[in-house]
């Protein structure tokens, strides 16, 4: 993905994990555009800045650096999705991991898995793709206990001949480590990943359902395939301001619609070779054109159906759109 996101989901769980009532989750989204009415929502994703800003807020109210840790293993999960149920009734553990491979993108994308299959082991690469720093640990350290958490409801705990290879230094919290992950933990390592037996890949899951994974398999891939139509920010943004005529909206008014901040909006479409403006401005000439090609629109009633409360900002606009008035628009084109 050309941008990391992160599923609302997240946020909504990482909220119920520490309890927090409606005071406390105005604490967790402080600094950000969210509100408690946000988390409710279903299909949302935000921005990494958001994310990052709302995980540093959590370790903080929490008090525990091991957070990360502690929310992935209680994390359901249904938490993830489609790709959660997949990998809940995947015939195999094999299977669920490579599914997560495949998938791992229709959740943000901030995590990458690879499988890798040696002589007498299995491993799973994690690849982070946002920064190691309190933030990434915190996912990493989510995900790596979510994953050993299915791990464990399949072949029982304590997972036998289990490593856990780590590409960053030893925290100050190590031994929240193995109480959570319950396996040999490396620091320092050059990847990230899960090493387990080759056997265990092949081991049924007795929580196997054919059916459900093969639904879920079939939703996930409608997922990817909807999330690789080539749709950037500036087709994003052009669609919510045509779908909303007579709002002139504001670059900050676009960027909350998104659950991201301006800043991140404009640095999106700065490389896509845009900006907001560009595309504000070519959406309300594209309405302009229109209206003053059909009907008897006058000069006054087009500025107001576009939402100007000034009709002199319309002519100003115009003519630097069209270097002409709107009236000698009007009269060239009937001509």
């Not at 933990?185 to 387990?196: E, H, L």
């Not at 899951?205 to 054919?210: E, G, S, T, Y």
């Not at 009709?311 to 084109?333: D, I, L, T």
């Amino acid at each position: 993905m050309s941008e990391v996101v992160f599923p609302i989901t997240y946020t909504r769980t990482l909220a119920r994990e520490q309890g927090l009532d409606h005071k406390g989750q105005l604490a967790l989204l402080r600094g950000t555009r969210l509100t408690p009415r946000d988390l409710v929502e279903l299909n949302t994703h935000i921005d990494a800045d958001t994310q990052a800003t709302i995980v540093r807020n959590a370790l903080q109210l929490s008090g525990n650096p091991a957070l990360g840790l502690r929310w992935g293993a209680n994390l359901h999960l249904a938490a993830h999705g489609p790709l959660g149920t997949a990998i809940a009734s995947s015939p195999t553990l094999g299977q669920a991991w490579k599914a997560t491979e495949k998938f791992h993108d229709i959740r943000g994308g901030f995590a990458r898995m690879e499988g890798h299959v040696g002589n007498d082991h299995f491993a799973v690469i994690v690849r982070m793709a946002v920064p190691l720093d309190e933030v990434g640990r915190f996912f990493c350290e989510a995900v790596l206990a979510t994953m050993v958490n299915h791990l464990g409801m399949i072949i029982g705990r304590p997972s036998p001949a289990i490593r856990i290879e780590l590409a960053y230094p030893a925290p100050a919290y190590t031994a929240e480590y193995v109480h959570y992950l319950r396996a040999p933990c490396q620091f320092d390592r050059p990847q990230t990943k899960i090493v387990v037996p080759a056997g265990l890949a092949l081991m049924p899951n007795p929580m196997a359902d054919l059916e459900t994974y093969a639904l879920a398999l079939a939703r996930c891939e409608q997922l990817l395939l909807e999330q690789q139509r080539p749709q950037g920010w500036s087709a994003r943004v052009t669609e919510i301001l045509r779908s909303n005529p007579g709002q002139i909206w504001t670059c900050e008014q676009v960027a909350r619609h998104f659950h991201a901040s301006s800043r991140t909006l404009m640095r999106n479409l700065r490389s896509e070779g845009t900006t907001y403006q560009r595309l504000r401005d070519a959406e309300l000439a594209r309405q302009a054109q229109i209206s003053l090609q059909t009907g008897n629109h006058t000069v006054e009633s087009v500025a107001l159906s576009l939402g100007y409360q000034e009709v002199s900002n319309f002519r100003r606009a115009f003519k630097r759109w069209f270097g002409m008035s709107p009236q000698e628009y009007q009269a060239q084109y009937r001509q």
